[in-house]
């Protein structure tokens, strides 16, 4: 039977407490089940009483929400939860998964929420291109988006350039009723969405008008070259490998490109294969470019996403994916 330790915080803020304790004390209460420790603050100090190794890590989590939260983010019931999942991890106690991107219209910062969203933005800094690859509510086309406003608003880009495949209308949209705009809206709306959220609607309208943000269907990029700009494939789970390589070769002088996909969601007709996975095979040895693979700890939705994922993961590792792709 292990000792009974006691570790001490002292707080520079007893504000901290508040938001680390979280509502009616869940975010403690939290950690002393799953971790069987007793925390309580008092006089500026969380002392936090239990095992030794329990208490160590309750010590390190504890340290971790107090960095997120000196750095003006609420700390969560999710944060918490994600800290206890990486517990087994060896990390530095300070060390926090925020990582600021940009601020939005509202003067909001947006900053990665888990260490796989930090890896893919140092990622996003570093190559010029990267491949965002794991399952939905992981942040992929968020994050992505928001680091092309930052390089646009800092003029290291002149426009940026979001497609998607259309797959559902077989990216033949002439059947369609409307315009070309109404046509492609049903397949682009999560695009409009994250840059209605981060420049505001006037400044994404205003720039949409001059060109200087483009929104099409993959098949609108065939034939051109694409310079100076941050081009961001969605869903690319459901490009062919022709449409894959099509657009990659599009990437002229001083773009970047960021590739998004889950490639657990392939909605292409079963006999084409998955320009995602194949591109993974293909170019893992190429120079230049990154592949940032993020997993079900990183999803930054509704708790149940991570636990629906793993169902249906322990699931096809059961019974296999019929699919080849």
């Known amino acids: 039977m292990e000792t009974v330790v006691e570790k001490v915080i002292i707080l520079n803020d007893?504000?901290?407490?508040?938001?680390?304790?979280?509502?009616?004390?869940?975010?403690?209460?939290?950690?002393?089940?799953?971790?069987?420790?007793?925390?309580?603050?008092?006089?500026?100090?969380?002392?936090?009483?239990?095992?030794?190794?329990?208490?160590?890590?309750?010590?390190?989590?504890?340290?971790?929400?107090?960095?997120?939260?000196?750095?003006?983010?609420?700390?969560?019931?999710?944060?918490?939860?994600?800290?206890?999942?990486?517990?087994?991890?060896?990390?530095?106690?300070?060390?926090?998964?925020?990582?600021?991107?940009?601020?939005?219209?509202?003067?909001?910062?947006?900053?990665?929420?888990?260490?796989?969203?930090?890896?893919?933005?140092?990622?996003?800094?570093?190559?010029?291109?990267?491949?965002?690859?794991?399952?939905?509510?992981?942040?992929?086309?968020?994050?992505?988006?928001?680091?092309?406003?930052?390089?646009?608003?800092?003029?290291?880009?002149s426009r940026i350039i979001l497609t998607r495949p259309a797959v559902e209308a077989g990216e033949r949209l002439g059947f369609l009723p409307g315009d070309l705009q109404n046509k492609v809206d049903p397949y682009l709306r999560p695009l409009y969405d994250a840059l209605y959220h981060i420049m505001g609607p006037e400044n994404f309208q205003s720039n949409l008008e001059k060109g200087a943000i483009e929104i099409a269907p993959l098949a609108y990029m065939r034939g051109r070259t694409l310079d100076d700009s941050f081009i961001i494939l969605d869903e690319a789970q459901n490009t062919t490998p022709e449409q894959m390589k099509m657009f990659l070769t599009r990437i002229g002088a001083g773009s970047r490109a960021v590739i998004t996909g889950d490639v657990t969601q392939v909605d292409l007709p079963g006999d084409k294969k998955s320009g995602l996975i194949e591109a993974q095979r293909i170019l893992s040895g190429v120079e230049g470019l990154a592949f940032v693979r993020l997993t079900e700890k990183d999803v930054v939705r509704h708790e149940l996403v991570q636990r629906i994922i793993r169902a249906y993961e322990a699931y096809e590792r059961t019974h296999g994916n019929k699919r080849d792709k």
């Not at 491949?131 to 003029?155: D, H, N």
């Open 14 to 157: 007893p504000r901290e407490a508040a938001d680390v304790f979280g509502e009616y004390d869940r975010n403690v209460r939290l950690l002393e089940d799953r971790l069987d420790v007793k925390i309580t603050n008092r006089n500026n100090e969380i002392r936090i009483s239990g095992s030794e190794s329990q208490a160590d890590t309750a010590y390190d989590i504890l340290k971790k929400l107090i960095a997120i939260s000196e750095g003006g983010d609420p700390v969560s019931e999710q944060n918490v939860r994600y800290l206890l999942d990486l517990s087994s991890e060896e990390r530095s106690s300070d060390e926090s998964p925020m990582d600021l991107v940009c601020v939005t219209y509202r003067g909001k910062p947006v900053k990665s929420k888990t260490f796989g969203q930090k890896r893919y933005i140092e990622a996003l800094r570093k190559y010029p291109v990267v491949f965002g690859i794991g399952p939905a509510g992981t942040g992929k086309t968020f994050l992505a988006v928001a680091q092309a406003v930052k390089s646009f608003r800092e003029k290291l880009v």
